[in-house]
């Protein structure tokens, strides 16, 4: 089994970890907002066309016609059982005589007839507007969730650390998406609010362990006593997200268009979960606890008393 022989020290270096993280968020949010965030049709409104080919034809083929017909911007993902029908979703509103011209243009290359369109749907970039305000509140109301629950079954400064790192992890996902320019559809909001749920659960048990070993070891700072409860819970807390991320790998490698979109924020939100467990939320845990006079469990105390 893989064990850590030599005890790391993580409250010491918060500091480090703070700034990293806070480096990344900065520069990938403001490469987002200079350079824009590259949000899809379900965001910013467009066209979908869905279309029976009759057989599995390469997304390329497509590529070439939307190109002729001056469309750079647009996702096409296979569907059907056999991946027989495409559905082609372009960020740029398509008026009547650009979508009929784009759809000759596809039944004259494949020889197709009319009927082969099985809907054509327009979306309005208010509807792009809502989605992005249910979405924000659905992560917000998923985070007073959490809150309510660590409070409930911690104390309030442990609820407080839990929720700093779930924005963190969601603020690292926004931040990867903006830097390389990924497309933000459903599929990511989908995938956040998975990770909210998630990345609680490492966190959990690290304040869990925390909680016990306030209430076991007696004499020890309260910056020894997280750092040996981090270390404790180190190695499960790793192998939980190495697992799941092998897990999610061949899903992103084999599956479809929609599939990826899913799966590439789980696995950076995961990875970035597993960090913020450990470096984020435990520290932020810490600080509370010595701007308050320190744990609310009996057991332990924190640097500034033990100094007292």
Request: net charge neutral; charged share 20%; glycine share 8%.
């Amino acid at each position: 089994m893989f064990t850590i022989k030599r005890e790391l020290s993580f409250i010491k270096h918060r500091k480090l970890f703070y700034a990293i993280s806070l480096a990344v968020i900065i520069v990938g949010i403001g490469v987002g907002f200079i350079r824009g965030f590259n949000f899809g049709i379900d965001f910013t409104g467009g066209t979908m066309l869905h279309i029976d080919m009759g057989r599995e034809v390469p997304v390329s083929e497509f590529r070439d016609i939307l190109k002729t017909n001056g469309i750079e911007d647009a996702d096409i993902v296979h569907a059907g059982e056999t991946n027989n029908e495409v559905i082609i979703r372009t960020v740029k509103a398509l008026d009547t005589a650009a979508r009929e011209k784009l759809l000759g243009s596809i039944f004259d290359k494949f020889d197709l007839p009319e009927s082969a369109a099985l809907s054509v749907e327009h979306f309005g970039p208010s509807v792009g507007d809502m989605l992005k305000a249910n979405a924000m509140k659905a992560v917000l109301i998923a985070s007073l969730g959490m809150l309510i629950y660590v409070i409930v079954r911690f104390e309030w400064k442990f609820g407080v650390a839990a929720v700093v790192a779930i924005l963190h992890d969601v603020l690292i996902m926004i931040s990867f998406y903006g830097m390389f320019h990924i497309p933000i559809n459903n599929p990511f909001i989908a995938a956040v609010l998975t990770l909210v749920g998630y990345s609680i659960n490492d966190t959990i048990v690290v304040f869990d362990r925390i909680r016990e070993n306030l209430n076991i070891i007696k004499k020890s700072r309260l910056e020894e006593l997280i750092d040996t409860s981090i270390n404790q819970t180190l190695v499960r807390s790793i192998m939980t997200s190495v697992t799941t991320v092998v897990a999610i790998i061949p899903l992103y490698i084999l599956g479809g268009q929609t599939i990826k979109e899913f799966t590439l924020p789980l696995i950076i939100g995961i990875i970035a979960g597993a960090a913020s467990s450990i470096c984020i939320a435990s520290p932020v845990y810490y600080e509370l606890c010595q701007a308050t006079g320190g744990p609310k469990y009996k057991g332990a105390r924190s640097k500034r008393k033990s100094k007292e």
